[in-house]
């Protein structure tokens, strides 16, 4: 019996931050990990890495839609792990 692959979304990849630490974590153990960053962010860190990665911008429903249809072609329909990582931020004034 083969065992099935188990997938883990992590938002919010950006170069440095915990989102990149987490999915390249959850590469190592074995999970198909998939990243995603902002569409004017660089990727570079994840490609290098062998990590899918896929552009979301929290605050664009089309963005959240295309990830989703994207993630659900990708893993067929099941996710194991779901990290919400991105975040939506307002500067004061």
């Not at 099935?4 to 170069?15: D, N, Q």
């Not at 190592?28 to 062998?50: C, F, K, N, Q, W």
């Amino acid at each position: 019996m083969t065992e099935r692959k188990m997938y883990a979304l992590v938002t919010g990849c950006g170069e440095g931050g915990i989102g990149e630490a987490l999915v390249k974590e959850y590469s190592r153990r074995g999970l198909y990990a998939i990243a995603t960053v902002l569409p004017t962010e660089a990727s570079d860190h994840l490609t290098a890495a062998g990590i899918t990665w896929f552009p979301l911008d929290v605050t664009k429903q089309e963005s959240v839609l295309q990830l989703k249809d994207k993630v659900d072609e990708l893993t067929g329909g099941y996710l194991d792990v779901l990290v919400n990582n991105a975040q939506v931020s307002r500067h004061a004034k």
